[in-house]
Each structure stands twice: as C-alpha cells, then as structure tokens.
C-alpha cells in the first residue's frame, strides 16, 4: 500500500508470463514524502483512476502497449469505452520486480543482471517530460548545484523561470534505489539492459505520450507543463506501459499559471509549523528523519479541502469531455481556490 494506492496481486508474475493484478485508488493524499496527511480528498481516488483508464484507452486506439486491463468492480472488467460512472480501482498486468543488488559499504548499486533478464520485467527507471519550466522546477536547482548543465538537457541557453520548450526535455533517473537519482541517458541504457536501441524506442514513446496528453489538456484550457511514465518489458519483449499516467498527481497542469493538483495543499502546507520541522528534520537527520518530527500536519480548512475534491473531479470530466462528477466547472472553482494560495 502506498500514499495514494493500494496493489493487490491477484497471480504473481513468472520469469516467463505477466501476472496479474489491481490498484485501488484513494482518496489518501501526501505533501513533503510525510505520507498519508491527516485529511482525505473525496473523490479523488475515482478521478485519477477513471482520467488514467482514459489515456490507457488512447494509447491503445494508438497502437501503444500498456499494462492495463481495464477498469475493476467486484469480478467485473469494463472498458474505459463502456464506463458510464467513475471507477476506483482497475485491473493490470503485473510484472516482475528485480532490485538491483546494494552495497551498504560503499552506497553501490549493481544493476548486471539486467544484462541477462529477456523480459517481463519493470524498467527500473522513471522518465520524466518537461515542456516548460515553472518556478520551483529541479532543473533550476541542478544547473545551480552542478549536477547538469543545460547544454547537457539540450537547451541553447540557460533557461529562466516561465520558459515554454519547442522541444521537450526528456529526464530520467534510477526508480529502484533506496533515494532515487537523475542519471544520464547513456547510464540509463546501461543500468536497464535496454542499451541504444531500446533507450531510443523509450524516447520514441515517451514524446507520443507527451503529446497525446499535451493536446487533450488543450482542449480542455489546460497546459500540460511536465509530468512522468514508468516501462516494462513484457513477456514478448516489447517495451509497455506500466503505473499510472496523465493524472495530476502524474503531471503538472496549470490553468493560466494556476496549478490544477495538490500544489494548492502543498503551498498551504509549507507557512505551518509542522512542515517548517519537517524541512529542518530532513537537513539534520537524513532517512530517519520523520522520527524527529514531533509536530502533527494539521487538518486542511474544511471549503478548501472540499474545494481541492471538486478540482479533481472537474479536471476528470473536462479532459475526459464526459460528465462522471457532478461538480462545478474549472472556471468556477479556480477562482474560490485562489482565495487559499498565498
């Protein structure tokens, strides 16, 4: 069980066939890695599953594998295409699992055996897309700190706040390390047994996804700034679509500057007292640093944690173009919501 969604496996994958499994979506919601927050979100779970299943649904129509099933109730599978009402849990392929071997002494991961995996199994990598680079994005910190430089990223000059990318930036870091880290593409290659070839198909999909995406929130008034994907290899060898994808917990999406996601708690979240503890825990005591936190997150104001509810539900019915929830439109909510971001 995560954060947000739980994972049932309902037949364990094999060296040679997918299992299967279903992940049931919450209304749980986490801020600053604290895990479950004290509050939970309405409708939340529902919204992100049945946007998700709609994306799953266009990568098919498209020709794109993924790992989904289909939407989940009781025994019952029911394609996005036949879903009249929102669903919180849906139905997937599940694959193999295979952690890199680690080092305590020397803080090493050893990644060889991917080298002799043939497939069915998880990429151990997190790719992420970024069209634009709002204030707060980790390029900003990594070109400042110099662990990129923005040559590296493909960019022509340094980039500042706001800008908008005629080509997306493609990222990638590690997913299976117990802190995960923005690695090159070449070691990405290396690390997952994909090497050129397969790096370069990941890509590929990658920028289909993106745009896929990217021009569905458009017509829905919202910008697709960045967001991420996970891969798999299934048990023919081909490179799949696993997790979840086109969400707000998974993008970032903004209406006229305005974040459409839980950046709204977030924000609210970081002018208390608690989060103030959780930033100097986190600088003083490395992993085990919520031990030392001795101050509860408090509860979120009733209308804006009703408000943030609406939000999603609202973001699920527009991209979708179909009525799941019955709640106001983006237009009407955003502007009550502003109230709160200070």
């Given at each position: 069980?995560?954060?947000?969604?739980?994972?049932?496996?309902?037949?364990?994958?094999?060296?040679?066939?997918?299992?299967?499994?279903?992940?049931?979506?919450?209304?749980?919601?986490?801020?600053?890695?604290?895990?479950?927050?004290?509050?939970h979100?309405?409708?939340?779970?529902?919204?992100?599953?049945?946007?998700?299943?709609?994306?799953?649904?266009?990568?098919?129509?498209?020709?794109?594998?993924?790992?989904?099933?289909?939407?989940?109730?009781?025994?019952?599978?029911?394609?996005?295409?036949?879903?009249?009402?929102?669903?919180?849990?849906?139905?997937?392929?599940?694959?193999?699992?295979v952690?890199?071997?680690?080092?305590?002494e020397?803080?090493?991961?050893?990644?060889?055996?991917?080298?002799?995996?043939?497939?069915?199994?998880?990429?151990?990598?997190?790719?992420?897309?970024?069209?634009?680079?709002?204030?707060?994005?980790?390029?900003?910190?990594?070109?400042?700190?110099?662990?990129?430089?923005?040559?590296?990223?493909?960019?022509?000059?340094?980039?500042?706040?706001?800008?908008?990318l005629?080509?997306?930036i493609?990222?990638?870091?590690?997913?299976?390390?117990h802190?995960?880290?923005?690695?090159?593409?070449?070691?990405?290659?290396?690390?997952?047994?994909?090497?050129?070839?397969?790096?370069?198909?990941?890509?590929?999909?990658?920028?289909?996804?993106?745009?896929?995406?990217?021009?569905?929130?458009?017509?829905?008034?919202?910008?697709?700034?960045?967001?991420?994907?996970?891969?798999?290899?299934?048990?023919?060898?081909?490179?799949?679509?696993?997790?979840?994808?086109?969400?707000?917990?998974?993008?970032?999406?903004?209406?006229?500057?305005?974040?459409?996601?839980?950046?709204?708690?977030r924000?609210?979240?970081?002018?208390?007292?608690?989060?103030?503890?959780?930033?100097?825990?986190?600088?003083?005591?490395?992993?085990?640093?919520?031990?030392?936190?001795?101050?509860?997150?408090?509860?979120?104001?009733?209308?804006?944690?009703?408000?943030?509810?609406?939000?999603?539900?609202?973001?699920?019915?527009?991209?979708?173009?179909?009525?799941?929830?019955?709640?106001?439109?983006?237009?009407?909510?955003?502007?009550?919501?502003?109230?709160?971001?200070?």
């Open positions: 069980m995560g954060s947000v969604k739980e994972v049932e496996i309902l037949k364990a994958a094999t060296d040679t066939a997918e299992g299967e499994g279903t992940f049931t979506f919450s209304d749980r919601y986490s801020v600053f890695d604290w895990g479950e927050m004290p509050d979100i309405e409708h939340k779970g529902a919204a992100l599953c049945t946007l998700s299943s709609y994306f799953f649904s266009l990568l098919a129509k498209k020709g794109i594998k993924s790992h989904f099933l289909g939407l989940a109730e009781g025994n019952k599978i029911t394609p996005y295409e036949n879903a009249f009402k929102p669903f919180n849990k849906m139905k997937v392929q599940v694959l193999r699992v952690r890199p071997s680690y080092n305590k020397k803080n090493t991961y050893n990644y060889a055996q991917y080298d002799n995996i043939k497939g069915n199994y998880l990429i151990p990598l997190e790719v992420i897309y970024r069209n634009s680079l709002p204030e707060g994005s980790s390029v900003f910190k990594r070109i400042k700190n110099g662990t990129v430089t923005f040559q590296a990223l493909g960019l022509e000059k340094m980039p500042v706040p706001g800008d908008d005629k080509t997306p493609l990222d990638v870091s590690t997913k299976l390390e802190t995960d880290r923005y690695i090159d593409w070449a070691e990405a290659g290396v690390i997952s047994g994909l090497r050129g070839e397969g790096i370069q198909k990941v890509k590929k999909l990658i920028l289909e996804i993106n745009a896929l995406i990217t021009e569905r929130c458009a017509s829905a008034g919202i910008k697709n700034v960045d967001g991420k994907f996970e891969f798999g290899m299934n048990s023919s060898g081909e490179i799949i679509v696993v997790d979840v994808l086109g969400t707000p917990d998974e993008c970032r999406f903004t209406i006229d500057g305005f974040h459409i996601s839980k950046e709204i708690a924000r609210h979240y970081r002018a208390t007292e608690w989060a103030a503890e959780v930033e100097k825990a986190k600088k003083e005591r490395g992993n085990d640093w919520k031990t030392f936190v001795k101050t509860a997150p408090p509860k979120l104001p009733l209308e804006m944690k009703n408000l943030i509810s609406q939000m999603y539900q609202a973001v699920t019915n527009e991209i979708t173009g179909n009525k799941f929830f019955n709640v106001p439109s983006l237009s009407k909510i955003i502007p009550e919501l502003k109230k709160y971001d200070k």
